[in-house]
């Protein structure tokens, strides 16, 4: 059994940064890309960011660039979001996922038929 769990979101003012965390269990666990998305209250799930785990590779949503940074530990199986000038607009409930390493498919970080797994969530609540 795969679990991600993810942790660090919080209440916080406009201009603001928080770090999520999203780690990994399971015997079985191997995944080749993890990703963050997030569901704002009355509207679809939507991609943030992903990165692959092999080189490192990243992408992020435009409206995220500059201010998100995601990143990784591969022997923490731990995917960390940094962000930064935190907008109201970022508030939503954040998501993590993870591509298992056996899929065939091709990889559409943006898609989340893309991933296999998928964390509880965690709230991210920014104010004016």
């Known amino acids: 059994q795969v679990q991600l769990v993810e942790s660090g979101g919080g209440l916080v003012q406009a201009g603001g940064s928080l770090r999520l965390a999203c780690a990994a269990s399971?015997?079985?666990?191997?995944?080749?890309?993890m990703g963050w998305f997030r569901q704002a209250p009355g509207k679809e799930r939507d991609f943030v960011t992903a990165?692959?785990?092999?080189?490192?590779?990243?992408y992020y949503r435009d409206s995220v660039k500059g201010r998100f940074t995601i990143s990784r530990d591969n022997a923490k199986n731990t995917v960390y979001l940094q962000m930064n000038s935190l907008k109201p607009e970022d508030t939503a409930v954040y998501y993590c996922?993870?591509?298992?390493?056996?899929?065939?498919?091709?990889?559409?970080?943006?898609?989340?038929?893309?991933?296999?797994?998928w964390g509880q969530g965690t709230q991210v609540t920014v104010s004016s």
């Open positions: 996922a993870a591509r298992h390493t056996g899929r065939s498919t091709t990889y559409v970080p943006a898609l989340q038929w893309s991933y296999d797994y």
């Open positions: 399971g015997r079985t666990f191997s995944s080749s890309a």
């Open positions: 990165i692959r785990w092999n080189d490192g590779s990243t």
